[in-house]
């Protein structure tokens, strides 16, 4: 084989090998649905999805926890709702009961249904929801108030992330909601002493129970509004991190992900390419066999 010859056929081989190349690869694309399988494939694409990733990694992580904040917020305004509505029932009783045509015995039997009143109150601040104690701040694996009441919890308030780097408070102060931290009344020791005055039949104490009660509905009402803001923002956030993550996995695969149709025209292309190299590469060596003979 001369020198010219060899060049050729080694110039064939090499031919032939790139062609066996793209038609693995238009194969591979077609057969796996991928077009980038590795960053090797190709680097720029395969950073950029990367990072597509990871935003959708985190835009799940946000929608997820903060759906999750969105069901424990709407449990707690449910029992804020049930603390409302005894709170407004002992205030019936109180003026009520405060009216000097009631007697004694009226009046211990309203105290039995204010101590109820207690009790129930007593339950839903005690409440749990996805087995954690939601009215005790930090200190989440205790009941946040014992049986007299006394408030165990702590002034923390647990944050979730709405938006990257953007928090929201998923709770209240219960120290100041219930207990009426900051000039306010204490929601449970109101019902208790309003419990006694009709138990002792203290007309002046229930009295003075109707305007404590008129603060505690209030601070009731509103810590209900900042759950109520609080679950507008983790509603809002369920929203925009569900389309931010479902964009990212748009781009995502828009960089990986191989077009059905544009693979197979590729693996056709392909094909023929492979087709003519190999019938170059044999009509070399024949040629070279022949000058040889």
């Known amino acids: 084989m001369r020198i010219s010859d060899k060049l050729l056929f080694l110039r064939g081989q090499k031919d032939l090998q790139a062609s066996k190349t793209r038609y693995a690869k238009a194969q591979a694309a077609l057969t796996t649905g991928l077009q980038v399988r590795r960053a090797a494939d190709d680097p720029g694409a395969a950073a950029l999805a990367v990072r597509h990733a990871a935003a959708r990694r985190r835009h799940e992580d946000i929608e997820r926890n903060a759906g999750r904040a969105a069901d424990t917020v709407t449990a707690m305004d449910a029992a804020l709702g049930d603390v409302n509505d005894a709170l407004v029932r002992a205030k019936q009783l109180a003026v009520q009961l405060s009216n000097d045509t009631y007697d004694a015995a009226q009046r211990a039997e309203a105290a039995t249904e204010v101590q109820a009143l207690f009790d129930t109150v007593l339950g839903r601040l005690n409440m749990r929801h ?164």
């Open 130 to 293: 996805g087995g954690r104690y939601v009215f005790g701040g930090a200190k989440d694996d205790v009941p946040p108030f014992d049986a007299s009441g006394a408030y165990q919890g702590d002034q923390s308030v647990l944050q979730v992330e709405v938006a990257p780097g953007l928090y929201q408070d998923a709770q209240i102060r219960t120290d100041v909601v219930i207990e009426g931290g900051s000039g306010g009344v204490n929601v449970l020791t109101v019902l208790k002493d309003l419990a006694s005055a009709l138990a002792i039949d203290d007309t002046t104490g229930i009295q003075q129970a109707v305007g404590d009660l008129d603060t505690a509905i209030e601070q009731v009402s509103a810590g209900r509004a900042r759950l109520g803001t609080a679950m507008n923002a983790f509603d809002e956030a369920v929203r925009i991190s569900r389309t931010a993550a479902d964009r990212a996995r748009l781009a995502e695969s828009h960089l990986t992900e191989s077009d059905l149709v544009e693979a197979a025209s590729t693996l056709a292309y392909a094909q023929q390419g492979l087709e003519a190299a190999i019938a170059a590469t044999s009509k070399s060596f024949e040629s070279s066999l022949l000058d040889r003979m």
